[in-house]
């Protein structure tokens, strides 16, 4: 079955296929790239808490939901491995400095309303005619409002179709984010006691707004916030310490060529075999010429030949090369590397082989013929 390297890690091909549902993106090679870092991460994660010996349960969040044994694992790992100090006053002293209308309470509104909903058409659906009927409705009341009228409360128990008419259309203390846009947009701006000259329109219906008050907010002190900004830099800096642990990881993995191998059910292993003899033979720059000759009499000769003209022997030759692919490799060679070694009897030969080849051996050139229809 094919299997791909990335971040160091060898991923089988229907495993990869799997888990790119779990990431929906843009395309379907952004989904692989996602699933294809997740699944290295995790592996390298995991296999770095069984080196430790890390053992322990999974915890449950608020809302009752157990962590798998695998979440546990690299909670703790994280958790032992990834430390940040605590932010000094000082330092929180300068986050709030820096932006102190972070650090106000939001400005909080008291409101009533009369809802007119415009009724609707015996087919169920939106009836014009109703809705400028439901209009007119809600006019005709601010006119009369405006002509001195005390009975906002009255007629917001008479005609009000919302809940609140029972209240005299009180919405109570309201918070941003508390009403529609298109209502906090006409009640900003009002002033207390004054009446939207207008009637609002909302998915509701027309409404008839009123401001009753407004309190603005206001700053809270230094010592009352300080341990909500301790907090906030703390978070920030251990995420940034994670993924920094997590990209050395990463790259100890890449380094290795291919430091660990899942397999088909999402076990970790050590590493391919087949990288492993690659990696390790130190004997099999030894052993390349002769089998050269009988498998790739080509490739023995341009290696002969390179060897030359760098004044080295061929072994030596296929040693630097083994060193620079190691060096500048990424996960798409390290694939191509797999696949040429996994079915060899010494896969350490065909890998030094794979490697020789694409140094030595130019690419085939492709080219695209154009034939002109006579018109």
Same mark, same amino acid.
């Given at each position: 079955m094919r299997a791909l390297v990335i971040d160091g890690v060898e991923i089988p091909?229907?495993?990869?296929?799997?888990?790119?549902?779990?990431?929906?993106?843009?395309?379907?090679?952004? =989904?692989? =790239?996602? =699933?294809?870092?997740?699944? =290295?991460?995790?592996?390298?994660?995991?296999?770095?808490?069984?080196?430790?010996?890390?053992?322990?349960?999974?915890?449950?969040?608020?809302?009752g939901r157990e962590e798998t044994l695998e979440e546990a694992l690299i909670r703790e790992l994280l958790d032992a491995e990834v430390e940040v100090a605590s932010p000094s006053d000082a330092e929180c002293r300068r986050v709030y400095d820096a932006a102190p209308g972070r650090f106000r309470t939001p400005a909080l509104t008291e409101a009533s309303h009369i809802l007119i909903e415009p009724r609707l058409s015996e087919r169920g659906g939106e009836d014009h005619a109703a809705i400028h009927a439901a209009h007119d409705v809600a006019a005709a009341m601010i006119l009369t409002l405006a002509a001195g009228a005390d009975g906002f409360a009255a007629l917001a128990r008479q005609h009000s179709d919302c809940p609140s008419g029972v209240t005299g259309g009180s919405l109570g203390q309201l918070s941003p984010g508390d009403l529609v846009p298109e209502i906090e947009r006409v009640l900003a701006g009002l002033a207390p006691g004054e009446v939207a000259a207008q009637p609002v329109r909302s998915r509701f219906g027309w409404h008839v707004l009123r401001l009753d008050r407004r309190i603005e907010g206001r700053q809270l002190p230094f010592e009352m916030v300080v341990e909500v900004i301790r907090l906030h830099l703390e978070s920030r800096a251990w995420t940034s310490a994670a993924a920094r642990y997590v990209a050395e990881l990463t790259a100890q993995a890449r380094g290795q060529g291919v430091a660990l191998t899942l397999t088909d059910d999402g076990g970790v292993r050590q590493g391919s075999a087949t990288l492993g003899d690659f990696l390790g033979d130190t004997g099999a720059a030894e052993r390349l010429v002769p089998w050269l000759d009988a498998v790739d009499a080509d490739l023995g000769r341009r290696l002969a030949a390179a060897a030359l003209a760098a004044d080295e022997t061929p072994p030596d030759f296929a040693r630097a090369a083994m060193a620079e692919f190691v060096a500048d490799a990424n996960d798409e060679r390290w694939t191509q590397l797999i696949s040429a070694a996994r079915d060899s009897e010494d896969p350490a030969l065909a890998c030094l082989a794979a490697v020789l080849r694409s140094k030595l051996v130019p690419a085939r050139k492709v080219f695209t013929v154009i034939r002109r229809v006579a018109s």
């Amino acid at each position: 079955m094919r299997a791909l390297v990335i971040d160091g890690v060898e991923i089988p091909e229907a495993l990869l296929a799997q888990e790119a549902q779990n990431h929906p993106g843009g395309s379907a090679a952004e =989904a692989r =790239a996602a =699933a294809g870092h997740a699944l =290295a991460i995790r592996a390298l994660l995991l296999h770095r808490a069984l080196e430790l010996g890390l053992e322990t349960t999974g915890q449950f969040d608020e809302r009752g939901r157990e962590e798998t044994l695998e979440e546990a694992l690299i909670r703790e790992l994280l958790d032992a491995e990834v430390e940040v100090a605590s932010p000094s006053d000082a330092e929180c002293r300068r986050v709030y400095d820096a932006a102190p209308g972070r650090f106000r309470t939001p400005a909080l509104t008291e409101a009533s309303h009369i809802l007119i909903e415009p009724r609707l058409s015996e087919r169920g659906g939106e009836d014009h005619a109703a809705i400028h009927a439901a209009h007119d409705v809600a006019a005709a009341m601010i006119l009369t409002l405006a002509a001195g009228a005390d009975g906002f409360a009255a007629l917001a128990r008479q005609h009000s179709d919302c809940p609140s008419g029972v209240t005299g259309g009180s919405l109570g203390q309201l918070s941003p984010g508390d009403l529609v846009p298109e209502i906090e947009r006409v009640l900003a701006g009002l002033a207390p006691g004054e009446v939207a000259a207008q009637p609002v329109r909302s998915r509701f219906g027309w409404h008839v707004l009123r401001l009753d008050r407004r309190i603005e907010g206001r700053q809270l002190p230094f010592e009352m916030v300080v341990e909500v900004i301790r907090l906030h830099l703390e978070s920030r800096a251990w995420t940034s310490a994670a993924a920094r642990y997590v990209a050395e990881l990463t790259a100890q993995a890449r380094g290795q060529g291919v430091a660990l191998t899942l397999t088909d059910d999402g076990g970790v292993r050590q590493g391919s075999a087949t990288l492993g003899d690659f990696l390790g033979d130190t004997g099999a720059a030894e052993r390349l010429v002769p089998w050269l000759d009988a498998v790739d009499a080509d490739l023995g000769r341009r290696l002969a030949a390179a060897a030359l003209a760098a004044d080295e022997t061929p072994p030596d030759f296929a040693r630097a090369a083994m060193a620079e692919f190691v060096a500048d490799a990424n996960d798409e060679r390290w694939t191509q590397l797999i696949s040429a070694a996994r079915d060899s009897e010494d896969p350490a030969l065909a890998c030094l082989a794979a490697v020789l080849r694409s140094k030595l051996v130019p690419a085939r050139k492709v080219f695209t013929v154009i034939r002109r229809v006579a018109s």
